[in-house]
């Protein structure tokens, strides 16, 4: 079965270099100038051994990696962003239409609400005129649901995306200043005139292993989470594998529809047909 909107998810790519949408595009293209720039300075100064600017296109540089890293969204995800916006989804029309900043100017009370949510559905959901009425635990005439991997396909990240190119870009940059870091806390340390001078010294010395220490550790547990993701098998209602897997489905009433829910009594904030929900909520006081 092929899902309503044409899609079909394939093989990754082997490179995935995806521009914003957008206003965002602008800050984008400046990052990039300036990764670019900075790149130049620094071979430049490489060649005539000249490291102030190698420096200077190292600070030029490395923010705009991270501001790079930051903009540039995965094909997927602009894939997804772009079948919600033409399929429209019941979740997706409610937060567009309701989402955002609330409340009363004179009372102080304010309430802010997401205009999109990446977890939510992607494809419109089967609406109850679709569902059988007779035989509810049947399958639906129209087949599984377009969200189902066995309809639309398994989607698999590119092989190398924006995000490792201008991490190792950052890693290059990150060996001089290490090496600046440790000779600079080193000479600290031996000149040092009290424990304070001593102790700054000794921070910029160890400063490089412990940050590397703790992003090898956060890479190697994101990388973890996304190969358990990938692995862990997706099912049917009806044929569940052993052991851990993905549930690909939606909640349906029974009999009756359940009550509608409004949140802080907002009419805004009035929901139907939530059949397992939580309100949770913060209080800010403000004490002059």
């Known amino acids: 079965m092929e899902s309503s909107s044409g899609v079909r998810f394939g093989e990754g790519e082997t490179i995935d270099f995806t521009p914003p949408s957008g206003f965002m595009i602008v800050p984008w293209v400046i990052s990039l100038l300036a990764v670019v720039i900075g790149l130049l300075w620094s071979f430049i100064g ?15 540089g490395v923010p705009g990696c991270l501001l790079v890293i930051w903009l540039t969204p995965t094909r997927l995800e602009k894939a997804y962003d772009q079948i919600r916006v033409e399929e429209k989804p019941r979740d997706f029309v409610h937060r567009s239409e309701t989402g955002g900043r609330t409340g009363s100017f004179w009372t102080g009370h304010y309430s802010n609400s997401p205009k999109k949510d990446d977890r939510g559905w992607v494809f419109s959901a089967p609406g109850p005129e679709h569902w059988d009425k007779e035989d509810r635990y049947g399958p639906d005439k129209m087949g599984i ?44 340390m031996q000149a040092a005139g009290d424990s304070e001078e001593w102790f700054f010294g000794l921070i910029l010395v160890i400063g490089p292993a412990l940050f590397s220490i703790g992003y090898a550790i956060s890479s190697w547990q994101t990388g973890t989470k996304m190969q358990l993701t990938i692995d862990v098998p997706t099912s049917k209602i009806r044929s569940m594998a052993a052991g851990e897997l993905e549930l690909v489905g939606q909640v349906r009433r029974w009999a009756s529809p359940a009550p509608a829910v409004s949140v802080g009594g907002d009419p805004a904030r009035t929901y139907q047909n939530l059949h397992s929900w939580r309100w949770l909520y913060e209080i800010y006081l403000r004490r002059t």
């Open 46 to 60: 490489l060649v005539n051994n000249d490291y102030t600017m190698v420096t200077f296109g190292g600070i030029l």
């Open 145 to 188: 649901i377009s969200e189902h991997p066995t309809v639309v396909g398994t989607p698999i990240p590119a092989t190398i995306s924006a995000d490792g190119i201008f991490t190792a870009i950052i890693a290059l940059y990150s060996i001089p200043v290490s090496i600046l870091s440790v000779t600079i806390g080193m000479s600290i």
